[in-house]
């Protein structure tokens, strides 16, 4: 029999309970198997899946329309990004056709820049293979055209920005495979509802869709419901740190 240092019989370890049981602990178990992905995840000195990422991240790699709602800081943009950039990878192991793959539309510019720059960061290690580019009305009409028609494959955007770029022809969407609505709450809060079915309206159908949010309000219920086939719907309370 086993004693600790205080003479006392050590205890079999007492299963795990609750939200993390049987919950993966590494970005690898989750499905994420891409070496480039997972250097830039261990670069960030991210050690183990936020409770968001380890629920979210399978069901995204395997093709799911999910709406999860977790607390802000919980971890949702790792959440969406890592099984879409490797969604992108794996494309493009064997296709190299090119084409704008995902749209990731925020609430405020501020959002955009901060989600750019954490795509950046997670793609870092695969720079040549993932091109971003980040909409915003303070860089020209003619930069953008310029910088979309370089097709890059991530486009990040507040919905009046892209719809924009949509209906000019700048942005083409008949491609797309991924859209993403990031603080889906404050993009209705914000009056973004026209803009967002307009956009609906106009990409592909089929298209996998992923929704985060910080609170389930019934608005980002109607939403689910316009953008989602049978979405997976994660309402997830962190335990308290
Ligand atoms: P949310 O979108 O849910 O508000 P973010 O995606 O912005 O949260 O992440 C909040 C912070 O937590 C960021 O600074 C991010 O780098 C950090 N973070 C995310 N996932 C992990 C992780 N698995 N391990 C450590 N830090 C993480
Ligand atoms: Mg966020």
């Known amino acids: 029999r086993k004693l600790d240092e205080n003479n006392e019989p050590v205890l079999a370890e007492t299963p795990s309970t609750g939200e993390t049981a049987g919950a993966a602990t590494t970005f690898r ?58 969604a992108i990878l794996r494309r493009k192991k064997t296709s190299s056709e090119s084409y704008i793959a995902a749209l990731i539309v925020v609430p405020t510019r501020e959002l955009a820049d901060q989600v750019a720059k954490s795509i950046d960061s997670f793609s870092a290690f695969a720079a040549k293979e993932i091109q971003t580019v ?13 910088l979309l028609s370089n097709t890059p494959d991530i486009v990040v955007a507040t919905p009046s920005r892209a719809w924009k770029c949509i209906e000019s022809g700048a942005l083409s969407v008949e491609k797309l495979t991924h859209l993403v609505l990031d603080e889906a709450d404050l993009l209705l809060q ?3 509802n026209e803009d967002l079915q307009s956009i609906t309206g106009s ?30 719907v994660l309402d997830l309370e962190e335990p308290d740190a």
């Open 29 to 86: 178990d989750l499905g994420l198997e891409d070496p480039r992905l997972l250097q830039a995840v261990a670069s960030q000195g991210f050690e183990k899946p936020t409770l968001v990422q380890s629920k979210a991240i399978p069901l995204v790699l395997d093709g799911h329309d999910v709406l999860a709602k977790a607390k802000t800081g919980s971890g949702k943009t790792a959440a969406y990004v890592l099984p879409l950039l490797q």
């Open 134 to 146: 980040k909409l915003s009305d303070k860089v020209s009409d003619a930069v953008q055209k310029a």
């Open 190 to 192: 914000y009056g973004y």
């Open 203 to 232: 990409i592909p159908k089929n298209i996998q869709t992923t929704l985060m949010s910080a609170t389930l309000t019934t608005e980002v219920d109607t939403l689910k419901g316009t953008f989602c086939r049978s979405p997976t």
